[in-house]
């Protein structure tokens, strides 16, 4: 049961960066005129975890590992960035907490880095190499202001189509 919870919400995370053209809109923004499912993407989290089936439990841990790495590390490198070189903050208080605490939790994160499963290390280099190829298409090279999400509910033309019935499967 909980694997198919997290494919659907999976795929309606896909639904909604298409539906805000994060992703192409044409695929990952369809839902099916019928039952208001983004039914490609239903289908293409499935695929993604039947690739479960050639990893060992280890890499298969490091590869979803990776993503909150990479995501930490980022996070830690924004304050340092923010509070330090662009708010230029120097006050005691702001090094240790701006500084001192970020560069403590990168020199942890570059521990878990470094004895992460070297498969998933591999892998996940290749799709943050995938991830950032793309933003620099939807950018123009960084000429362009990327995508933003909309962080609001609303309906789209394909659900709103049909009467809302309760026989419709929802997300």
């Known amino acids: 049961m909980g694997g ?9 995370l896909l639904f909604a960066m298409g539906r805000d053209n994060v ?35 280890e890499t298969a841990i490091s590869f979803f590992s990776f993503g909150a790495f990479t995501a930490f590390t980022f996070v830690n490198l924004s304050v340092i960035a923010y509070y330090i070189v662009k708010k230029r903050l120097h006050t005691p208080k702001a090094i240790i907490l701006y500084l001192i605490f970020p560069i403590i939790a990168l020199s942890f994160i570059g521990m878990l880095w470094y004895n992460m499963d070297s498969k998933a290390l591999a892998l996940g280099i290749m799709w943050n190499g995938i991830g950032f190829g793309y933003l620099l298409y939807l950018t123009k090279a960084f000429r362009e202001k990327p995508p933003q999400f909309i962080f609001e509910e609303r309906v789209d033309k394909a659900l709103s189509s049909h009467a809302v019935d309760d026989s419709i499967p929802t997300l």
């Open 23 to 57: 992703i192409p809109r044409k695929f990952f923004g369809y839902v099916h005129p019928r039952t208001g499912v983004p039914i490609f993407n239903v289908i293409l989290s499935g695929v993604f975890s039947l690739s479960a089936l050639f990893f060992d439990l």
């Open 4 to 12: 198919s919870a997290a494919q659907l919400s999976t795929s309606r």
